[in-house]
């Protein structure tokens, strides 16, 4: 399976979604998912650097520098960004298996990367970005459906459900800090 093919899966993800969350999942192991998601951060870094910079432009910011992060920066970000996806994930299957889900780990890797695309590309471009994550967590909520052989419902649920523990697991850390280390 080549890249076009790829890619014309993820074209006819706006067109029929259960049938290119199929197609996709009929990709053996999770290599072209893993160098797609490679491909997606490098995108998402450059298309980051570049909407900062064209803001900056537009409204004239005379004091506001384009910041130019070194090669390492880069890279632990990186690297970041991979290892997290792989942590998601095994706490998106979790919670998939917790309502029933069918399929295996991998092929909640491919529903997460083939997801998540619209929103890594789009993202840093203001107000499109608001409407790529709502298109994000629709083919997610639709790879889940189809693939794990769940409800629309609980597919919601497998992502609320850890986006919401995250979140309080992070306020808990910020109030703990806060008190650990003086207040604002």
Same mark, same amino acid.
């Given at each position: 399976m080549g890249w076009k093919d790829t890619f014309d899966k993820l074209k006819l993800q706006f067109i029929n979604t259960k049938s290119a969350f199929l197609e996709l999942n009929k990709e053996k192991g999770i290599t072209n998912?893993?160098?797609?998601? %490679?491909?997606l951060i490098i995108a998402y870094k450059i298309i980051?650097?570049?909407?900062?910079?064209?803001?900056?432009? %537009?409204?004239?910011?005379?004091?506001?520098?384009?910041p130019v992060y070194d090669f390492?920066?880069?890279f632990i970000s990186f690297i970041y960004m991979i290892v997290g996806s792989f942590l998601i994930v095994l706490l998106l299957h979790a919670f998939i298996k917790w309502f029933k889900g069918k399929a295996? &780990?991998?092929?909640?890797?491919?529903?997460?990367?083939?997801s998540i695309w619209p929103y890594? &590309?789009?993202r840093p471009i203001p107000i499109v970005g608001r409407?790529?994550?709502?298109?994000?967590?629709?083919?997610y909520i639709v790879g889940v459906c189809y693939i794990h052989k769940l409800k629309p419902i609980p597919a919601f649920f497998t992502f609320f459900i850890p986006l919401a523990l995250i979140g309080a697991l992070i306020f808990y850390l910020s109030l703990k800090s806060i008190?650990?280390?003086g207040g604002v």
């Open positions: 998912a893993f160098i797609f998601l %490679v491909i980051s650097y570049a909407a900062v910079y064209v803001l900056s432009a %537009v409204l004239k910011l005379k004091s506001f520098q384009v390492t920066d880069h295996n &780990l991998a092929s909640t890797y491919k529903i997460f990367i083939y890594l &590309l789009l409407l790529a994550e709502a298109l994000s967590l629709f083919f008190y650990l280390f």
